[in-house]
C-alpha cells in the first residue's frame, strides 16, 4: 500500500505547487485584479490538499526507504529537510500574508517583495520535489538505469 500512496501522494504535491506557481504567474501578468485576488486567496484552501499530501509523500518515502538504502534514496532524503523548511517557513506565511493582502486590495510594495520571494521559493521546491520524482523513478526502474 505504501508503494502505491508514495507516488500518488508526491505527483500530487508537486502538482499542486505547480498549479499554484502557474497560477500566480499568468494571473499577476495576464488577469485583472479580481483574477489575481481569486487565485491568492483561493492558495491558502489548498493547502488542506497539500500538506497532507507532503506529510503522506515524506513520512512514506521515509518508511519505503527504510529496507532499501540507495544512495539515491539518501539523496532524496537530504532534500526532504530544504523542502519542508522553505515550505514551512517561506511558502506557507508568504500565501497567508499574499491572501491578506489581495483580499483587502492591498497591492504594495510589501505585496509584491513577498509575491517575488514566494515565486523563487516555490521554483525551488518545485525543482527540488522533480528532482525527487526523477529519483523515485529511477529507483524503480520506470525510467533510466540506477548506478550500482
Given at each position: 500500500?505504501t508503494?502505491?500512496?508514495?507516488?500518488i501522494?508526491?505527483?500530487?504535491?508537486?502538482?499542486?505547487?505547480?498549479l499554484?506557481?502557474?497560477?500566480t504567474?499568468?494571473?499577476?501578468?495576464?488577469?485583472?485584479?479580481?483574477v489575481?485576488v481569486?487565485v491568492?486567496?483561493?492558495?491558502?484552501?489548498?493547502?488542506?490538499?497539500l500538506?497532507?499530501?507532503?506529510?503522506?509523500?515524506?513520512?512514506?518515502?521515509?518508511?519505503l526507504?527504510?529496507?532499501a538504502?540507495?544512495?539515491?534514496?539518501?539523496?532524496?532524503?537530504?532534500?526532504?529537510?530544504?523542502?519542508?523548511a522553505?515550505?514551512?517557513?517561506?511558502l506557507?506565511?508568504?500565501?497567508?500574508?499574499?491572501?491578506?493582502k489581495?483580499?483587502?486590495?492591498?497591492?504594495?510594495?510589501?505585496?509584491?517583495?513577498?509575491?517575488?520571494?514566494?515565486?523563487?521559493?516555490?521554483?525551488?521546491?518545485v525543482?527540488?520535489?522533480g528532482?525527487?520524482?526523477?529519483d523515485?523513478?529511477?529507483?524503480?526502474?520506470?525510467?533510466?538505469r540506477?548506478?550500482?
Open positions: 500500500m508503494k502505491t500512496l508514495h507516488p501522494a508526491g505527483t500530487l504535491a508537486l502538482g499542486l505547487i505547480v499554484f506557481w502557474i497560477a504567474v499568468v494571473s499577476e501578468l495576464f488577469a485583472p485584479l479580481p489575481v481569486a491568492k486567496t483561493a492558495i491558502p484552501w489548498a493547502f488542506l490538499v500538506i497532507p499530501a507532503l506529510v503522506l509523500a515524506g513520512a512514506s518515502g521515509a518508511w526507504s527504510r529496507t538504502p540507495s544512495p539515491l534514496a539518501f539523496t532524496k532524503r537530504r532534500r526532504m529537510p530544504i523542502i519542508a522553505n515550505g514551512l517557513l517561506v506557507v506565511p508568504a500565501a497567508l500574508f499574499l491572501a491578506t489581495a483580499a483587502s486590495g492591498a497591492f504594495d510594495t510589501a505585496f509584491y517583495v513577498v509575491q517575488g520571494v514566494e515565486l523563487v521559493a516555490g521554483a525551488v521546491n525543482s527540488l520535489l528532482l525527487n520524482l526523477r523515485g523513478l529511477r529507483m524503480t526502474g520506470r525510467v533510466g540506477v548506478a550500482p
